[in-house]
């Protein structure tokens, strides 16, 4: 049980050395997150849209 213990006093310790984000850069990253990942969802529809397009030409 005493090293359960000695586990979570070391997360603690740890913890606080961290070094967290301003409210300001946590925003400009999920903005960025947010906007790189509805530019892959257009791609990859378009994209999946154009094959679609393309086998459905080429079986008829």
């Not at 006093?9 to 967290?20: A, T």
């Not at 409210?23 to 154009?50: H, I, M, Q, Y």
Request: charged share 25%.
């Amino acid at each position: 049980m005493g090293r359960i213990g000695k586990f979570f006093r070391d997360v603690k310790s740890e913890m606080k050395k961290v070094s967290w984000p301003k409210r300001k850069e946590l925003v400009n990253s999920t903005v960025t997150v947010v906007a790189t990942v509805v530019v892959f969802v257009l791609f990859f529809a378009v994209l999946d849209t154009g094959i679609s397009e393309l086998i459905r030409l080429i079986l008829e």
